[in-house]
């Protein structure tokens, strides 16, 4: 099993920056992909970026340019850089881990970008 917990959400005005951090635990030796999803009202739950032990970081191509994702070697933190903010990118923020088997899923943090 694994844990995450996610943290860094907030408020921002447009054209700020945020960052997220998510801090995994258990059976992190088995990981081999980490990223973030988000959730905006009324909408369902997307893909914003991800990384894997296979390749580079993936990005959904609205955040492409804006979002940097980051996991630290021991694989225990994936962080979400997020610059030039658009009232858009309003979401719940969902920490996501897989080991080829499971995915697991974090509780969430709400970002809030105001116009």
């Known amino acids: 099993q694994v844990q995450l917990v996610e943290s860094g959400g907030g408020l921002v005005q447009a054209g700020g920056s945020l960052r997220l951090s998510c801090a995994a635990s258990g059976s992190i030796f088995a990981i081999n992909a980490m990223g973030w999803y988000r959730q905006a009202p009324g909408k369902q739950r997307e893909l914003v970026a991800t990384i894997t032990d296979a390749g580079g970081p993936n990005y959904v191509a609205s955040v492409k340019g804006r979002f940097t994702i980051s996991r630290d070697n021991t694989k225990s933190t994936v962080a979400l850089q997020m610059s030039s903010l658009k009232p858009e990118d309003t979401a719940v923020y969902y920490c996501?881990?897989?080991?080829?088997?499971?995915?697991?899923w974090g509780k969430g943090t709400l970002v809030t970008v105001s116009s």
């Open positions: 996501y881990a897989g080991d080829g088997f499971l995915d697991y």
